[in-house]
């Protein structure tokens, strides 16, 4: 099966930069995906890996490993309205399953 | 463009009672999922169909839940009877046919409450 694991909770300042790692297993590696979710709403997508390295869209830049099964999303310039939870998703396997991790809660404080 | 619509977006039943979600996803989308979502957890992947074909049905509670997905369009999910732990967010999700990303576009979801 395919499992991620990512941290629960990270809070960071305003203006600042942080860093959600994520790390996965699966068999036949496809992507892995970060998607956004504030309360009461829809997961939105945010970026996706297929290889080794940075992918930068703005603000957000999503890093991939895939020797060490692991990813990173990077927030600079925080700003309250990023406060939200944060999923990587890993597509992998026969069907290019895509599951989703637990989910990390950002809070970003002034 | 429009995004991907589901109603109701609210419900509330008993337990034993049968319940249906729909979903219209993103014109043009062929591959739909649908997701159970849990307070404070990530989306569970319930079943995903290309087209009109359920390719992943693997974590569907197949004694209570089915779906459908009538020429590849739109798709409806049921439960049938409700039970307290069924109690969650129930989203609707598509994918574009081209790239690579295969990035999914959720709907609002249907929050189901079962007493």
């Known amino acids: 099966g395919q499992s991620l694991e990512q941290p629960s909770e990270v809070t960071a300042v305003e203006g600042a930069i942080v860093q959600i790692n994520c790390t996965y297993q699966?068999?036949?590696?496809?992507?892995l995906s970060w998607y956004q979710q504030h309360d009461g709403g829809a997961p939105t997508f945010l970026s996706y890996?297929?290889?080794?390295g940075l992918e930068e869209t703005g603000r957000f830049s999503s890093f991939l490993s895939r020797s060490d099964s692991y990813g990173y999303l990077l927030l600079q310039e925080l700003q309250m309205k990023d406060s939200a939870s944060y999923f990587c998703?890993?597509?992998?396997?026969?069907?290019?399953?895509?599951?989703f991790g637990t989910g990390t809660k950002l809070q970003v404080i002034p | 463009e429009a995004g991907v619509v589901q109603s109701p977006r609210y419900k509330i039943i008993e337990k034993k009672q049968p319940v249906a979600f729909w979903c219209n996803p993103i014109?043009?989308?062929?591959?739909l999922y649908w997701y159970r979502q849990n307070l404070g957890q990530g989306p569970e992947l319930l079943i995903r169909?290309?087209?009109?074909?359920?390719?992943?049905d693997s974590q569907l509670p197949k004694d209570r839940f089915s779906a459908e997905r009538l020429k590849g369009v739109d798709s409806t999910l049921k439960i049938q009877p409700a039970e307290l732990g069924d109690s969650a967010v129930y989203l609707c999700?598509?994918?574009?046919?081209?790239?690579?990303?295969?990035?999914?576009?959720f709907g609002p979801g249907t929050r189901l409450t079962v007493t």
């Open positions: 998703a890993v597509r992998g396997g026969g069907y290019q399953k895509v599951t």
């Open positions: 999700a598509s994918s574009p046919n081209s790239g690579t990303r295969k990035e999914q576009y």
């Open positions: 169909y290309e087209n009109e074909e359920a390719v992943d």
């Open positions: 699966t068999s036949g590696f496809y992507g």
């Open positions: 890996n297929a290889l080794d």
């Open positions: 014109s043009g989308h062929n591959t």
